[in-house]
């Protein structure tokens, strides 16, 4: 495919326009002219340098790449079908629609933007974070760094010790039977081949606690009620989660919320005033 770079010039200019920075989780800030987002707000949304942006929207520079486009696409707020529309502007075929991805709906990002005091995340039904809130950050670290395998918690979960500190000891032979009751059922539901059966053999490779979880075949395991995580400047914490699903992306933002004039409450604003990270 070629590049249509006035197209693609044009597209990025609508979506910028049509976009405001309280849309995106900016401050509005004073002596606003733009109609809609600035140049540089969208480059910092798009992690890429503002002049590289730019060139784009000027039909200048070169092709984009397909990371570059997903990046774009996230940070303009996209709608699987306007990304895809703009991989193709850009000269890509767009990414396949059978499989779950990393591509963000505009609806769960509008509402992760707004939770700016709560502790939250986006995950993938791998278990793989896709976005945090700081308050996220300062409870459980950046697990948005991740690469390969290790991007799932799951995989973590039996193939890094470190992961399981900021979690009760005692929870843990319960986590360990959720997380492989979890992978089974999303194994299930993709089929050989996928992603989801891909971590299944690498675990049963390499680990023989996953190994015994596995031959029980067990299924339905769910998250408790509470939480109850090891931070390691402010102890012990019980949070709530609540989860809401977007079944078009597959995806799920959880949020974590204490009972209010709980100690658990009161840890949090002290994380969320400190923005202490934890330790991975």
């Avoid at 992760?112 to 409870?139: F, K, M, S, Y």
Wanted: charged share 25%.
């Amino acid at each position: 495919m070629v590049i249509d770079r006035t197209g693609l010039a044009e597209f990025l200019r609508r979506r910028r326009d049509s976009l405001q920075p309280e849309d995106v989780g900016l401050p509005r800030g004073p002596r606003r002219r733009t109609s809609g987002l600035r140049r540089e707000e969208v480059a910092q949304l798009c992690h890429m340098s503002t002049d590289y942006y730019t060139r784009l929207e000027r039909e200048r520079g070169p092709q984009p790449s397909e990371q570059m486009i997903a990046s774009i696409a996230q940070g303009l707020r996209c709608s699987l079908e306007e990304r895809d529309h703009l991989f193709r502007l850009a000269g890509h075929n767009p990414p396949a629609r059978g499989s779950v991805g990393d591509h963000i709906g505009p609806g769960l990002l509008r509402i992760l933007d707004r939770l700016c005091d709560t502790p939250a995340e986006i995950v993938t039904e791998l278990g793989e974070t896709l976005r945090q809130t700081p308050l996220g950050v300062a409870l459980t670290g950046d697990t948005t760094g991740y690469t390969g395998p290790a991007r799932s918690i799951g995989f973590r979960w039996f193939t890094d010790p470190a992961s399981r500190r900021i979690y009760q000891a005692d929870d843990h032979p319960f986590l360990s039977r959720m997380f492989a009751s979890g992978l089974r059922e999303v194994v299930t539901m993709r089929g050989p081949g996928s992603r989801a059966a891909h971590l299944a053999e690498l675990l049963l490779a390499r680990s023989e606690e996953f190994r015994k979880l596995w031959s029980e075949h067990e299924v339905g395991v769910r998250p408790k009620e509470v939480k109850r995580y090891l931070h390691p400047e402010v102890g012990a914490l019980e949070l709530n989660c609540q989860r809401l699903f977007d079944p078009d992306h597959g995806h799920s933002l959880l949020v974590y919320t204490a009972v209010p004039g709980s100690e658990s409450h009161e840890k949090l604003q002290l994380l969320s005033a400190a923005g202490v990270p934890t330790a991975r």
